[in-house]
Structures are given as structure tokens and as C-alpha cells.
């Protein structure tokens, strides 16, 4: 399944795109403070700013709304983090700001990461396959900047799990925020979580320009 699968009888891309943007933004809302099973679609709709019929010219069921929600939320960790790192560079600078990057993007996304942990057992299977490859696709990115960034190749398999780690060390900023942020700023948990892994690598901080 993906995105352009979500069935709409209508046929503007552009005014798709941007009604779905709508949805989304009104269903995060909902889905994290009711949850996805105690949201109706009349209340997305007229979150989204729109009537029950016409959000239904967008979507088939609620469940595309949900799917709708963790695709969104991949492509725009995607395109940020495209933009902001440059998985070529070779330093030790450069993973660094690729933690940073993603760290303060999972800020910005704190209600989607909550809804996509708490929800994503209720889509199909062909829909969580689809989430679980984009998924994939952002650890691959993670790993390709530890690898070029490091002076030293990794033991084998060690790549993949500390990309991994990055990635659920900065959505759990997001799930586990009630906890967190009582204790840290996000600063003070990027700081803290780029010492550890630079120390878990034997990489010094000093050595950082």
C-alpha cells in the first residue's frame, strides 16, 4: 500500500494533497487526545474544517486517515533530513549534526510519533509492511552517514544497531516526553545522548571543530 493507493473520487492532485494535509493535521490532534478508536471521521472532518461528505471524497475508510498520518510523517522526517545532512561528508561533524537534526525534527513531530507508536497496529498488514519500509529507508540514511563519518569500520551488524539506536533515541523523545522533559531540555538530551554515543564509538568530543 502506499499514499497514491488511498482511494479519492477526485481527481486534483494539488487540491488532494492539500485536503489530506488538512486531515492529517486534524487527526493528529484527535488521535492523541482520544486515541483512533474513539475518533469518528465526522470529528476528523470538522477538525480538518471540513463536512463528513466531502472527507470522504479523500479517503475510503478511517483507517486511510491513520495511514495518511505515519506516511506524512515519514516524508517529512525524509525531506528534513535530506536537507539538513550530507550523508557524503566525511567527519565526525557531520554525524553530529545528523543527531541533532533528527533529534530536533522528532521535537517538532512529538504528537505524530505518539500516535504512529500508540496506532499503527491498527492498519492493515500491507499498510504497516509499507510504514515499516520507510522506516527501514530512514535507518538506512542514519547508517550511511556513521559510516562514512566514522575514521574506523564498525564490527559487522554494530552499524545497523546504532543507527537504530539514534532512531529510537530521538522518537523517544516524543513517547516518552511525560517522563523526559521533566528532567531534560531537548539541548540537554541531544548533549547527552551525542556523548554517549560518541563515547560508545571510543570518538573523543574534543576532537569535534
Same mark, same amino acid.
Given at each position: 500500500?502506499?499514499?497514491?493507493?488511498?482511494?479519492?473520487?477526485?481527481?486534483?492532485?494539488?487540491?488532494?494533497?492539500?485536503?489530506?494535509?488538512?486531515?492529517?493535521?486534524? #487527526?493528529?490532534?484527535?488521535?492523541?487526545?482520544?486515541?483512533?478508536?474513539?475518533?469518528?471521521?465526522?470529528?476528523?472532518?470538522? #477538525?480538518?474544517?471540513?463536512?463528513?461528505?466531502?472527507?470522504?471524497?479523500?479517503?475510503?475508510?478511517?483507517?486511510?486517515?491513520?495511514?495518511?498520518?505515519?506516511?506524512?510523517?515519514?516524508?517529512?522526517? $525524509?525531506?528534513?533530513?535530506?536537507?539538513?545532512?550530507?550523508?557524503?561528508?566525511?567527519?565526525?561533524?557531520?554525524?553530529?549534526? #545528523?543527531?541533532?537534526?533528527?533529534?530536533?525534527?522528532?521535537?517538532?513531530?512529538?504528537?505524530?510519533?505518539?500516535?504512529?507508536?500508540?496506532?499503527? $497496529?491498527?492498519?492493515?498488514?500491507?499498510?504497516?509492511?509499507?510504514?515499516?519500509? $520507510?522506516?527501514?529507508?530512514?535507518?538506512?540514511?542514519?547508517?550511511?552517514?556513521?559510516?562514512?563519518?566514522?575514521?574506523?569500520?564498525?564490527?559487522?551488524?554494530?552499524?545497523?544497531?546504532?543507527?537504530?539506536?539514534?532512531?529510537?533515541?530521538?522518537?523517544?523523545?516524543?513517547?516518552?516526553?511525560?517522563?523526559?522533559?521533566?528532567?531534560?531540555?531537548?539541548?540537554?538530551?541531544?548533549?547527552?545522548?551525542?556523548?554517549?554515543?560518541?563515547?560508545?564509538?571510543?570518538?573523543?568530543? #574534543?576532537?569535534?571543530?
Amino acid at each position: 500500500m502506499t499514499k497514491n493507493q488511498v482511494p479519492s473520487s477526485i481527481k486534483d492532485e494539488a487540491l488532494v494533497e492539500k485536503r489530506r494535509e488538512q486531515m492529517v493535521k486534524g #487527526a493528529v490532534t484527535l488521535f492523541t487526545e482520544k486515541g483512533f478508536h474513539k475518533t469518528t471521521t465526522r470529528e476528523i472532518a470538522k #477538525a480538518a474544517g471540513f463536512s463528513i461528505g466531502t472527507l470522504y471524497e479523500y479517503i475510503r475508510k478511517k483507517e486511510d486517515v491513520l495511514f495518511l498520518v505515519c506516511d506524512s510523517m515519514y516524508e517529512r522526517v $525524509k525531506e528534513r533530513m535530506e536537507d539538513s545532512i550530507d550523508q557524503n561528508e566525511t567527519s565526525i561533524d557531520n554525524l553530529v549534526c #545528523a543527531v541533532r537534526s533528527y533529534f530536533t525534527l522528532m521535537d517538532d513531530m512529538q504528537n505524530e510519533v505518539v500516535v504512529m507508536y500508540q496506532e499503527v $497496529k491498527s492498519l492493515s498488514k500491507d499498510a504497516q509492511d509499507y510504514v515499516l519500509q $520507510k522506516e527501514r529507508d530512514m535507518v538506512a540514511m542514519l547508517e550511511k552517514v556513521i559510516i562514512n563519518s566514522l575514521p574506523n569500520q564498525l564490527l559487522e551488524g554494530d552499524t545497523a544497531l546504532i543507527a537504530n539506536n539514534i532512531f529510537v533515541q530521538g522518537q523517544m523523545w516524543g513517547f516518552r516526553r511525560w517522563m523526559l522533559q521533566r528532567t531534560f531540555t531537548l539541548q540537554t538530551y541531544t548533549d547527552r545522548q551525542i556523548h554517549l554515543l560518541l563515547q560508545g564509538l571510543n570518538v573523543q568530543e #574534543a576532537n569535534l571543530s
